[in-house]
């Protein structure tokens, strides 16, 4: 499955911006999904998870209760909106897509990646 991650880009902080990873080559109903971001010189890390169902959802303790995970299958789509936003929140965000059914939070289990689209948040 070949993923694209768009919607980054400027913003204030205290702003919002959605992301948006679409699939190809294969639905991703059969996949748990995540999304990761990474700063100049530290590894991914996990921002937001989400079950292959979409009923389960997982967030790093950094974006709880400003971020909001979501798919829609149908559409072969998985989102990420981002609330509030911080200059502390300036990465480049990966989605990805895990074989397991579940929401992995380990990076190792997630096989298929997108491309990074830059969010910079300025203060």
């Known amino acids: 499955v070949q993923l694209q991650a768009y919607g980054g880009g400027l913003v204030q902080a205290g702003g919002s911006l959605t992301l948006s990873c679409t699939a190809s080559?294969?639905?991703?109903?059969?996949?748990?999904m995540g999304w990761f971001r990474q700063v100049p010189g530290k590894e991914h890390n996990l921002v937001a998870a989400?079950?292959?169902?979409?009923?389960?959802?997982y967030f790093n303790d950094s974006v709880k209760g400003r971020f909001a995970i979501s798919r829609d299958n149908a559409k072969n789509t998985m989102y990420l909106r981002m609330n509030g936003l911080k200059p502390e929140d300036t990465a480049v965000y990966y989605c990805?897509?895990?074989?397991?059914?579940?929401?992995?939070?380990?990076?190792?289990?997630?096989?298929?990646w997108g491309q990074g689209t830059q969010v910079t948040v300025s203060s």
């Open positions: 989400i079950t292959r169902t979409g009923n389960s959802t």
């Open positions: 080559g294969r639905t991703i109903d059969n996949y748990g």
């Open positions: 990805a897509a895990s074989e397991s059914a579940w929401a992995p939070l380990s990076l190792v289990l997630y096989k298929y």
